[in-house]
Every structure is written in C-alpha cells, then in structure tokens.
C-alpha cells in the first residue's frame, strides 16, 4: 500500500499547505465555544452591550477567518487529489504496458480497468478526506475534550467515558467494513467483466439467440455486487444510531450535572454552555467518522489493488547483461531443445523443437488446432520465454537482445486482427511511426488492400470504429498484415493471418511478401498456402513431427496426406 502514497511525495508542501489552513479551521473552531461561554457570563448575564459587541466581534472575525481558510484548503485538497490521480493513473499505464502475457493473464482486462477507474477514484476520495477531515475530525475530538476540560473539568468527565466508548466502537466497524469493502472491489471486477464480455459479443449473442442466458449471469454478478455492498454499508449504517444515542445521553447528562454544579457554585451558566457547544462538536466530528471510517476502508481495499498491480513482478525482462550490439540482421532463426509451458498449465504444450530456419526461407507451419502453433511463434519476440532450450535469432539466444532491438526486427500478424480507433492511415502508420505517405500506400498495395480502401469514400481517413467495426474479417487481416509488412522486418509471422482470404488474393499477397526478402513463418491451415512455403512444418501435439516441402511430405507423413485429403478429398490430393 505504501508503494501507492509514495506519489503524493511531490505534494508533500500543498499537502502541508492545506493542512495548516485545516488547522487554522480547527483553532477557530475550537475557541468559538470558548469566547461564546465568556460572551454568556460577562456579557449577556451581567447585561454589558459593550463586552457582548467585543466577544461577539472576536467571534464573527474568527468565523471569518476560519471560512477563508477553509476555501483555500478545499481548492489545495482538490489540486493533491487531481494531480496524484493522474500521476498513478500514468505509472499505472506504464507498468501495464511492461505486462508480460503471463502478467496480464493474472490481471484481466476488467479487473485493470475497475483499478483504473474505480479504485483510483477512491483513492482520490479518501486522500481529499484526508486533507479536508480526516486529520480534522480526531483533533477536533482531542481538542475539543480539551478545551472542555479547561472551561470546568468537573462536568468534562463525561467525555472521558463516552468518547473511549465511541471510539472503540468505530474502530471494530472499520476493521470489519475493510474486508468487506474489499470483497466489493472483487464483485465490481466481476460486473465489468461480464458486461464488457457482453458488450464486445453483442452480436453473437444476438445471433445465437443467448441475450436470456447473458442477462442472467449479468444479473447473478450484479446481485452479489448489490448484496455485498449493502452488507458493508449497513454495518456502517448501524454505527449511527448507536453514536447518536450516545451523543445525545451525554448531551443530557451535561445539562442535568451542569445544573447542578452551576447551583453548588462550581460552574457558571456560560461553562455549561460552553461544555455543550463542545460535545455537540465532539460528537459531530465523531460521527464523521462513519464515513471517514467508509473511506478509509475502501481507499485501503483500492490501494492494496493498486499496488498489487504496480508491485507485480514483471517475469520478461531484458537481461542485465542484453548486448546492445545485437541485432536481427539476415533473420536466421533457431530452435534448439525448445519445451514450453504455460505458467498456468502443468504439461508442455512444445516439448523438445529443434529446427532452423535459414534467412529469407519461407515456411508454413500446420497442424491441428491446440497443437502448438500460435505458441511457437510466441517464443520468438519473446511474447513468452522458454521454459527449456533456446531460440536462437542470427545465432544469438533471443534473451541475449535488447527487447527493442528485437522486436523491431518482426512483423507479427496475430491471429485475431486487432485495430485500434483512428484511421485506416493511422492503423498502418502503426507499424512505423514515421513512415511516409508513400510507405503507406506502397504496404497496403503489397498487402492487396489499397484497392479496398481507394474504394471507400474516405479513402485512408477512413475512421475505423472499436476493433474496426467497418471492416470485414478478411479486410481487418489485411489492415494488420499492411502494418505488420511497413516495418520491412527481417522475420515476418502471420499466424493464420490469410484464413479469410480467397486464394486468389492471398497468391498475389504471398508474391509480394516474397520481394520484402524477409524470413516468413506462415502458419496456416490451409494446404494450399502450405505448398507456397520452402518447407512445411507439420506439428502434431506441441511435436515437430515432419519437416518437407509438399510433394515430400505426401510420400513421407500420413498425417500430412489426411490433412490434404481433408481438403481436396483423395482423388483431388493426387492431383495438386
Ligand atoms: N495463454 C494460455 N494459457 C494456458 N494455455 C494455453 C494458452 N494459450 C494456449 N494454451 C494451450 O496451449 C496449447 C497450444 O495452443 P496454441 O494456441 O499454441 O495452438 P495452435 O496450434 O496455435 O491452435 P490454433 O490452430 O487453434 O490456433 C493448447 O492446448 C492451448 O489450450
């Protein structure tokens, strides 16, 4: 939790600002019951008009004062509290975009979002507490039971039973609302993650008829959501009426033991008055505490998540000895002894690859669903690190390279194409910051999907909406491959990145990729984009099970033939 407060460090001279003028708050409120119990005994019993103009003159300067400061506290809490969300919102940004793919499976995506959002806004709420209130409502208690002790400390005894009692109590609810606060934390988490899952399916729920089955499970996390958070905020509920029913016995008891000692001659009517003001204070700001005791539980709760996100380890890093002379020059690549393994999973997924790849050789890589594929092409930008073995890029173990060296070097298409909002320009020009508009134009073409855009009314100021609404699959996949192919990189990965294209298209996009003379790792599950390749590579299982070009592997791997026969039935097999 500490690791979230450590962004206040720059504020730490608003924040002493602003609690000076909190304090400066306090003292006046503190000293109007004061000059009130002199102004009732000197002037309004004795019936001087001067003395009540004096005190009363003390008192509305003082009230004055005490509002002054009050505003310029306020607007010092709010500028700590806005610039501290910002600056988390922005270390917590970056730590997320250093997430490996193990990281970010720990954390998904509506978790991250409910911390961006919610939790930082509690934070916020609490911090803003704590430099109006917080520091306020406890010194105003000790102060108050002070200053009531010094006007007549007879008739004070009575706080120092009641305000224990109080305080005991508050405390018990905040160590019972934090734990329950942090469970609600937890349910948010869940409603967001249903309704974004929802939103983004949208249509396939439409389609398969599931908008009943969706409402429910919607309606089961948003239940649990309702249930727990009233369960926290009835406990804190119930503290009220409780530190009301105090408040006002002591209230009672000041007036009936004031009496009395005004009558034996310990006290004077403008003490009992005084005494009053202060328990009417001390209980105002202890009842405060009910939602102090609300925010300081949720800020807590909010700020262990946040920081369980800032302090996550972040497993793929750039190695301390990276040589920063390496590079991806001629896109050889190697894998020798490779298994791997999700963090997750317990068994290998790859389990012993060895092959090599030499520069500018193009190969297909098929096999079944599950077998391996997408996480093979994983290991060489180090998207995952292996779990034994190595890869190894012109000779040299991946790890060993600068991450930015690396990765600058590949152009990966994943599966499901993503685009963000923008421009179609603005899409492609992802792949290279600077590219030109002729850079542009010149990928797009090789991606066969200038013709497209040229077509669309707006041409590359297309604007695409969330995920590329606008677009079909086939014409999001050639987005992605443009801006995969505008980095010139020497090892180009489409995983299953031409699947909605005809074959037409995808020949005429597989013969400009070949005059970008990078090393091409297609995978795929269609043969005849197999047959394109130098050599196929048939993996069953996380296994390389054979290695050949088509007309090898047709004599050589049973499995290979079924694959082909799947597709163009045995009569047609022989014939390709
Ligand atoms: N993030 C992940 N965490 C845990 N297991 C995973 C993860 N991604 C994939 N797997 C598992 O690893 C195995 C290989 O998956 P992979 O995606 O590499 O297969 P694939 O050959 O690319 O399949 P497809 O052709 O369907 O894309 C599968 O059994 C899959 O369930």
Redesign the pocket.
């Known amino acids: 939790m500490k690791h979230v407060f450590k962004y206040l460090k720059p504020y730490y001279l608003h924040m002493i600002f602003a609690w000076a003028l909190m304090l400066t708050e306090l003292a006046v409120e503190l000293m109007l019951p004061f000059f009130l119990g002199k102004m009732i005994d000197q002037g309004i019993v004795t019936g001087d008009l001067d003395t009540i103009i004096y005190w009363g003159s003390i008192m509305v300067g003082l009230a004055l004062l005490s509002f002054a400061a009050g505003i310029i506290n306020s607007f010092y809490s709010a500028h700590v509290t806005f610039r501290f969300g910002y600056d988390i919102r922005q270390k917590l940004f970056e730590k997320v975009q250093a997430f490996s793919?193990k990281n970010l499976?720990e954390y998904p995506t509506s978790s991250l979002i409910t911390r961006f959002t919610n939790d930082i806004r509690m934070i916020q709420n609490g911090i803003f507490m704590g430099l109006r209130i917080m520091l306020r409502a406890p010194l105003l208690v000790l102060g108050g039971v002070i200053m009531a002790f010094i006007v007549n400390w007879r008739i004070a005894l009575i706080f120092l039973v009641t305000v224990p009692l109080l305080i005991g109590f508050l405390l018990l609810i905040v160590k019972k609302a934090g734990k329950l606060f942090g469970k609600v934390q937890e349910r948010l988490d869940n409603v967001n993650r249903v309704m974004q899952e929802n939103l983004s399916g949208i249509r396939l729920i439409k389609a398969f008829l599931r908008k009943k089955h969706e409402t429910n499970r919607f309606m089961g996390a948003n239940t649990e959501l309702m249930k727990y958070t009233k369960t926290s905020l009835r406990l804190i509920e119930t503290s009220m009426p409780v530190l009301l029913f105090v408040m006002n016995m002591s209230l009672l008891f000041i007036l009936w033991y004031g009496n009395i000692e005004v009558g034996r001659g310990n006290a004077q009517v403008g003490d009992v008055a005084a005494i009053i003001n202060y328990a009417l204070r001390v209980s105002m700001a202890i009842s405060m505490f009910g939602f102090l005791t609300m925010a300081i539980a949720r800020m807590k709760a909010s700020a262990e998540r946040i920081s369980n996100v800032l302090d996550a380890e972040i497993d793929l890093l750039e190695a301390d000895d990276a040589n920063d002379q390496y590079r991806v020059t001629d896109g050889a690549v190697e894998f020798s002894n490779v298994s791997f393994r999700?963090p997750?999973?317990k068994e290998d997924?790859l389990s012993e690859l060895s092959f090599t790849v030499k520069p500018k050789e193009k190969i297909a890589i098929i096999?079944?669903?599950?077998?391996?594929?997408?996480?093979?092409f994983q290991l060489i930008p180090r998207l995952y690190d292996v779990s034994e073995g190595t890869v190894y890029l012109d000779g040299h173990d991946v790890r060993q390279f600068k991450m930015d060296h690396l990765r600058r070097a590949i152009g990966f298409v994943p599966?499901a194409p993503l685009l963000f909002t923008g421009s179609i320009r603005e899409n492609i020009r992802w792949g290279k910051n600077d590219a030109t508009e002729a850079e542009i134009i010149q990928a797009a073409k090789d991606a066969q999907i200038h013709d497209t855009i040229a077509d669309l009314p707006n041409g590359y100021d297309t604007k695409i909406g969330q995920k590329g609404v606008n677009l079909s699959g086939g014409q999001k996949q050639r987005v992605s491959i443009a801006r995969a192919l505008i980095r010139h990189p020497k090892i180009l990965m489409l995983?299953?990145s031409t699947s909605a294209l005809d074959l037409k298209t995808e020949s005429r996009l597989l013969d400009a990729i070949h005059d970008y003379q990078c090393t091409t790792l297609i995978?795929t599950?269609k043969v005849t984009t197999a047959m394109s390749a130098d050599r196929i590579f048939l993996?069953d299982d996380?296994e390389l099970l054979d290695v050949g070009r088509h007309d090898e592997l047709m004599k050589t791997s049973d499995l290979y033939r079924k694959i082909v026969e799947s597709q163009f039935g045995k009569e047609g097999a022989h014939e390709l």
């Open positions: 793919f499976n999700y997750s999973l997924v096999g079944a669903t599950g077998s391996g594929k997408t996480s093979l599966q995983d299953d995978v599950q993996m996380g």
